[in-house]
């Protein structure tokens, strides 16, 4: 039986970004905390600020979802 690589850890916020349906928020920003999306827009800077306000505590993660594919390289 072929022993599966332990991955090293990433936040709940990427996990959720690679695993999540997110075709309604495609060409739009997105701040998400933990596993939630809590606010979309048009730019980074208005995403930010309504998911700073809404969670003055928190630090949320920006993305922009592309409108068709997206191609993620990680490197050392």
Avoid: N
Avoid at 29 to 51: D, H, Q, R, T
């Amino acid at each position: 039986m072929e022993r599966k690589k332990k991955q090293k850890h990433i936040s709940p916020e990427f996990d959720f970004f690679l695993h999540a349906r997110l075709e309604r928020y495609e060409g739009k920003y997105v701040a998400i905390l933990g596993k939630k999306i809590v606010g979309s827009g048009l730019s980074a800077k208005e995403v930010w600020e309504k998911a700073r306000k809404k969670y003055p505590e928190s630090t949320p993660t920006i993305a922009k979802i592309p409108k068709q594919e997206v191609l993620i390289l990680l490197w050392k």
